[in-house]
Structures are given as structure tokens and as C-alpha cells.
């Protein structure tokens, strides 16, 4: 879809009239998309799960509260599973405003030491277990890892590759190719996000699915990010 008519769209509705959408990607992926006002108008946030056998993955929380129940309601819907395990890839709350509520429901919210600190520090939410380093973390038998590419979007923005589904989770470190801008740059550095992309697009060279933080992920949203950087 179109970027202006996209707009068109979600400016015509109030965000409580958006509903909570879970899309398949491919085998046991899925995006979610929520909404949430901003700067006046209902705005969408990906997130994405990973189905497993000892429970789901959860990257990235939902951006509005009333949100955070509902995905956990139409994920036990859909897949008679629990979430298990939820990460958060920067400390911005479109990504940890649901950190506490997940905690508090058993869940094992982690985020690098860097966003818990950062988190800490901006009064967000923050999860109960941190890493240091790139990290490859292991679920019901299914592995990914989270790599940190350096600044960007934010400080401390990590991506999540998914080796076996050809699948890198770029959050608000990748913009859509439906975007025309490079948005919140509120903690950006422009200035390094470039070679950061490079890093990226060195270490995942065999990507299929590139899934942003906010709008569409069709194309190479990684590619498309350096050129607006760059540009």
C-alpha cells in the first residue's frame, strides 16, 4: 500500500477504532501490528512471534496498553500457547511498554544491558533479564540471535536474525519502504546509522524477510533505510 494513501486511511479512523492485526509470515512466524495515537493520528507498530513447542517467542511489546492482553488472548486463541519469552530490541515504549505487565503475567522479558539502562533511565519499563553481548538465545528447540549493529535509530537498537526462515527483525533500526522519511530521531545518530546498516546487510546477506518497526515489509526495508540515509 501506498504511504499517502496508507495515511489517508488510519487519519480517517481514531486509534481505538484500529484493530490488533496478527499476520503470518511464513512456518511458525507471525507479525503483529498495533496502533496508537501520535502527533494526532492512529500510527502502526510491528512486532513479531515465533511459535514453538515449549511456548512463543515475543519480539517487542504492543505500543498501547490496551493491546497487551488482547495479543496474549489471540496468540493462546490461534496457537493453544503460551508466551514464554519476550524481547525488547531499544528502550523507545513502542517497544517496552509492555515490559511490566508481561513480567507480571510469567513471562521472561529480556533486553540488552544497554536498553535496560537506558530504560532506567527514561522512566520505561524494564526487563527482569539482560545480556551483555550478541546473543544467541535457544526456545523450544528453535534458535535466534540478536546482534547489535551499532547506533542508529536509538543507542541501543539490536535486531533479531532467525537463521532458518531467512527472517531479520529490524524494529525501528529498518524502515519501511512504504516510509518517505526516517522519523523519530528524538536518540538517532544519523551519523553512524549508515555503517550500521552496512554491518547489518555484512552479517545477513541472505535475507528474505526484512520486518520493520512501523508499515509494510515488503522489500529490503535494510537497503531501502541506507538509502534515505544516504541520500
Known amino acids: 500500500m501506498k504511504p499517502l494513501l496508507l495515511f489517508f486511511l488510519l487519519t480517517t479512523l481514531p486509534a481505538s477504532a484500529q484493530k490488533l492485526t496478527i499476520t503470518h509470515l511464513t512456518g511458525d512466524y507471525y507479525v503483529y501490528t498495533g496502533y496508537k495515537t501520535y502527533e494526532g493520528a492512529p500510527f502502526p507498530s510491528n512486532g513479531l512471534y515465533l511459535v514453538t513447542k515449549a511456548g512463543v517467542v515475543l519480539i517487542d511489546t504492543p505500543w498501547d496498553s490496551s493491546d497487551f492482553q488482547p495479543l496474549l488472548d489471540s496468540i493462546q486463541k490461534r496457537h493453544n500457547k503460551k508466551v514464554v519469552f519476550c524481547l525488547a530490541t531499544h528502550f523507545?515504549?513502542?517497544?517496552?511498554?509492555?515490559?511490566?505487565?508481561?513480567?507480571?503475567?510469567?513471562?521472561?522479558?529480556?533486553?540488552?544491558?544497554?536498553?535496560?539502562?537506558?530504560?532506567?533511565?527514561e522512566g520505561q519499563p524494564q526487563a527482569a533479564h539482560t545480556f551483555q553481548r550478541d546473543t544467541t538465545f535457544t526456545v523450544g528447540g528453535r534458535s535466534f540471535r540478536v546482534f547489535y549493529p551499532g547506533k542508529g535509530h536509538a543507542p541501543d537498537n539490536v535486531v533479531v536474525w532467525f537463521e532458518d526462515a531467512q527472517i531479520l527483525y529490524g524494529g525501528c533500526f529498518v524502515k519501511s519502504t512504504e516510509s518517505d522519511g526516517l522519523g523519530n530521531l528524538s536518540h538517532a545518530d544519523v551519523k553512524a546509522w549508515p555503517a550500521s546498516v552496512r554491518k547489518t546487510m555484512k552479517a545477513f546477506p541472505n535475507r528474505r524477510y526484512v520486518i520493520p518497526g512501523h508499515f509494510g515489509w515488503e522489500g529490503d526495508g535494510l537497503g531501502y533505510t541506507l538509502k534515505l540515509l544516504v541520500n
Open 92 to 121: 523507545h515504549d513502542d517497544r517496552t511498554a509492555g515490559l511490566d505487565y508481561y513480567r507480571s503475567k510469567g513471562i521472561a522479558t529480556w533486553s540488552s544491558a544497554q536498553t535496560k539502562q537506558w530504560c532506567k533511565k
